[in-house]
T-cell receptor, first 114, second 113 residues
Framework: NAGVMQNPRHLVRRRGQEARLRCSPM?????VYWYRQLPEEGLKFMVY????????ESGMPKERFSAEFPKEGPSILRIQQVVRGDSAAYFC????????????FGQGTRLTVV | AQSVSQHNHHVILSEAASLELGCNYS??????LFWYVQYPGQHLQLLLK??????LVKGIKGFEAEFIKSKFSFNLRKPSVQWSDTAEYFC???????????FGRGTSLIVHP
C-alpha cells in the first residue's frame, strides 16, 4: 500500500528556470493539498485540488505558480521563473474525502534555487 | 479565518522528562484536531486525532492530547520522552466545515540522551 509519492526529493534550479514538482496520492484518494514549509514558519497551505479541479488556491502566489491534478497522472505544482525566495520544502498531502479526515503526507520535495 | 497557535517554538528536554506542547485555535465552533510529527528528513506522520467523544485522546508512541473546548486548546503530552522523540511537532485543525486543515507553526523538540 504505497503512500503519497513525491518526486523528485531534491530539485536544484537556477534563477529563471521552471520547477515541476510531482505528487501521486495514495490509492483511492482524490483530494490533494500542497503545502510549503519554510524554516521557522511551519506549513503554509498553497492549493487544494480534486481530480481535474482546483478547489481552493487562496494560498498560492498569483504569479508564477500553478497547480493541476489531471484525470490521469500525478498532481503537478509548477513554479515558473524561480527566484531564491522559492527555495523551500514543498509537501503534498492526500485524503479520501474533503473534510475532517486525516491527510497523508508525502516525503516532500526540497527545492533549492541557486 | 482559522488560526492555530503553537506557543513553544523550541523545546529542549532530557530523556525521561515530561513533555507538554501547547496548541490553541481560534474558531469557536465544531473542530477536528490533529497532531502530526515530522522526524528529521522525513514526512509528516499522524500522532493522534480528535473528532468527538472522549476529549482525552491516546496516540502512538505514548503520546496523548486533551481537547479543552473552553480553552480552545489541544495540548500534546508525553509523561517520559525519549531521544527518539526528537522531531518537529505540528498541530492541525479542521473547523466549521472547512476542507483545508490549518497547521500551526510547529514546535521543534530536542531530547538529550
Amino acid at each position: 500500500n504505497a503512500g503519497v509519492m513525491q518526486n523528485p526529493r531534491h530539485l536544484v534550479r537556477r534563477r529563471g528556470q521552471e520547477a515541476r514538482l510531482r505528487c501521486s496520492p495514495m490509492k483511492g484518494h482524490s483530494h490533494v493539498y500542497w503545502y510549503r514549509q519554510l524554516p521557522e514558519e511551519g506549513l503554509k497551505f498553497m492549493v487544494y485540488l480534486q481530480k481535474e479541479n482546483i478547489i481552493d488556491e487562496s494560498g498560492m502566489p498569483k504569479e508564477r505558480f500553478s497547480a493541476e491534478f489531471p484525470k490521469e497522472g500525478p498532481s503537478i505544482l509548477r513554479i515558473q521563473q524561480v527566484v531564491r525566495g522559492d527555495s523551500a520544502a514543498y509537501f503534498c498531502a492526500s485524503s479520501p474525502r474533503s473534510m475532517n479526515t486525516e491527510a497523508f503526507f508525502g516525503q516532500g520535495t526540497r527545492l533549492t534555487v541557486v | 479565518a482559522q488560526s492555530v497557535s503553537q506557543h513553544n517554538h523550541h523545546v529542549i528536554l532530557s530523556e525521561a522528562a515530561s513533555l507538554e506542547l501547547g496548541c490553541n485555535y481560534s474558531y469557536g465552533g465544531t473542530v477536528n484536531l490533529f497532531w502530526y510529527v515530522q522526524y528529521p528528513g522525513q514526512h509528516l506522520q499522524l500522532l493522534l486525532k480528535y473528532f468527538s467523544g472522549d476529549p482525552l485522546v491516546k496516540g502512538i508512541k505514548g503520546f496523548e492530547a486533551e481537547f479543552i473546548k473552553s480553552k480552545f486548546s489541544f495540548n500534546l503530552r508525553k509523561p517520559s520522552v525519549q531521544w527518539s522523540d526528537t522531531a518537529e511537532y505540528f498541530c492541525a485543525v479542521y473547523s466549521g466545515g472547512s476542507y483545508i486543515p490549518t497547521f500551526g507553526r510547529g514546535t521543534s523538540l530536542i531530547v538529550h540522551p
